[in-house]
């Protein structure tokens, strides 16, 4: 299905390339220690991180997967919108506020705040960069989908080459501008996403008198499956199986935000808790609004483009989005549409790359290997080198997962994040018996399950959709790992912890009081 000009859908998506790349160059001048790199010198207000954490939030799983899923499956594609949003009240209320008061750079610095810094920080580092892995696989898939579709180039080879550049790119704003430019490339994003995606939901709405009723009951006139798609289960009722998998990708949702490493650490970049707190409010609202965008824009794409159509365009449901773009406003509205896809996986994905080379080089590197004594300047540099590796490596693994819806892609990074991260986390804030046995035994139980569950389930082998076609290993028979992972993330940081007699009083007492008061939170953390 052939839509737009390439030509100008490549011109506009060019120019916002051009513009952020001036607004990092600019911003670089600025990033001369350790702290500007990680965490952009705490300079960020609570309103301008709470934009930037909508545009680290609202990847292309949130703008093209859950438009795609709502569009093809009605009501049980809502539920990942359900799931992102609900998943907020979780990091606000449990974790933002404790989380800014006792760390410093990443996630890691509260883990081991009271513990065995050695082996917690690695556990956390592995953690951190499983995580960012499986969430970039699903931005360059989406980039790959994408690309098919408003280029117009289906071989995988051309799709392959473009993930490459979207892979490049993000290294260079890694490299050049670090969080600080980062963090503006991600307010430029969010602005854009939400302007973009809410002209197009009063557009759709206009269309039909402002009515959201009419536009569920054009959806049913059209689609397949009639009413169905205003009906829960039609994607997940087809067996005991397949709901059972429903409740464990809604696990997944709801619990992994408050674990997700790139996110984390978007609390550090402002000055205080209460501004953390603020951001936090700030990124519902904002997140909260796109997603009820995402509702008209599903049902909007079914009616107007066609979930046949939709499927059969090269970039399957990932596409409804851009296509539905094309419908309201031609050429013009689709290249503006497609700047702001490119501009939401540039962002997402230089966000995820500079939290796993932050992880790495400040954890690994300086917390284990350098006993928390590196060079800052050297340590900067492992963080930079870092980042071109993890680049390379994800644009391997983007161009093995192009095809697969990216929303369900990112649950599995919202999965792994519930199993190995947020047990660890909250047991840390919040009770005084953790220790270093039960901080590892939680990560590792949580991140090895989850990665196991997933590598022998449908999503990889023995499924139409899976990762690699015509072999069939899987024993696993759900697609979400989270049902099974989550709870033994939780019982097996409680079972090492309590099997062993390691108990810091002092240094828990002292977490204590600075996670709720956030009094010392501007001193080292490694000692």
Do not use: C
């Amino acid at each position: 299905m052939d839509v737009g000009n390439p030509y100008l859908n490549i011109a506009i998506f060019l120019a916002f390339v051009v513009v952020t790349l001036v607004i990092v160059f600019r911003v670089s001048r600025t990033t001369t220690s350790v702290g500007d790199f990680y965490h952009g010198g705490r300079a960020f207000t609570g309103r301008q991180n709470g934009i930037a954490i909508a545009g680290d939030y609202l990847s292309a799983a949130s703008f093209l997967g859950i438009a795609g899923a709502v569009a093809i499956y009605g009501y049980d594609g809502l539920l990942y919108s359900i799931g992102f949003l609900v998943a907020w009240l979780v990091a606000l209320l449990l974790v933002a506020e404790p989380l800014r008061n006792t760390g410093k750079y990443t996630m890691a610095d509260v883990l081991s705040f009271r513990m065995q810094q050695r082996p917690v920080r690695t556990a956390a580092a592995i953690s951190t960069l499983a995580v960012s892995f499986f969430y970039l696989l699903a931005q360059m898939a989406g980039a790959g989908g994408l690309v098919a579709l408003l280029l117009g180039i289906e071989s995988r080879v051309g799709q392959s080459l473009v993930i490459a550049v979207v892979g490049a790119l993000m290294i260079v704003y890694v490299l050049v501008g670090g969080m600080k430019g980062t963090t503006w490339v991600q307010i430029i994003k969010a602005v854009l996403l939400i302007i973009g995606a809410g002209a197009m939901t009063l557009w759709v709405l206009a269309l039909n008198g402002i009515n959201l009723s009419k536009v569920l009951g054009q959806a049913v006139a059209v689609h397949p499956e009639g009413d169905r798609i205003l009906e829960p289960m039609l994607q997940y009722g087809a067996s005991d199986t397949s709901k059972l998998g429903f409740v464990s990708l809604a696990i997944a949702l709801v619990f992994g935000a408050a674990g997700l490493p790139h996110v984390l650490m978007r609390f550090y970049t402002v000055p205080t808790a209460k501004e953390a707190r603020r951001s936090v409010t700030w990124a519902i609202v904002l997140i909260g609004a796109f997603y009820l965008f995402t509702l008209i824009l599903g049902f909007g794409a079914a009616y107007l483009v066609g979930a046949e159509a939709i499927l059969g365009s090269p970039g399957g449901a990932n596409s409804a989005a851009p296509l539905l773009a094309y419908e309201l406003g031609g050429t013009i509205l689709l290249g503006v549409i497609a700047a702001v896809a490119f501009a939401t996986i540039l962002a997402v994905v230089a966000g995820l790359t500079i939290t796993a080379s932050a992880s790495f080089a400040h954890d690994v590197y300086n917390g284990v290997l350098k006993d928390g004594k590196a060079d800052p300047v050297q340590e900067v540099k492992v963080a930079r080198r870092t980042a071109v590796t993890i680049g390379a490596i994800s644009i391997v693994g983007g161009v093995l997962a192009n095809g697969q819806n990216i929303a369900f892609l990112v649950s599995l990074a919202f999965a792994i994040a519930a199993s190995a991260n947020l047990p660890s986390i909250l047991y840390s804030l919040y009770w005084k018996r953790f220790n270093t046995r039960g901080s590892v035994w939680s990560i590792y139980g949580g991140l090895v399950s989850a990665l196991v569950l997933i590598a022998f389930s449908p999503v990889v082998s023995g499924s139409e959709t899976a990762m690699i076609a015509g072999v069939d290993f899987a024993w696993f028979p759900l697609s979400n790992p989270a049902i099974v992972s989550v709870p033994l993330g939780f019982f097996l940081g409680w079972l090492g912890s309590v099997t062993s007699k390691e108990h810091d009083a002092v240094k828990q007492a002292e977490m204590e009081v600075r996670s709720m008061t956030g009094a010392g939170a501007e001193r080292a953390i490694v000692h």
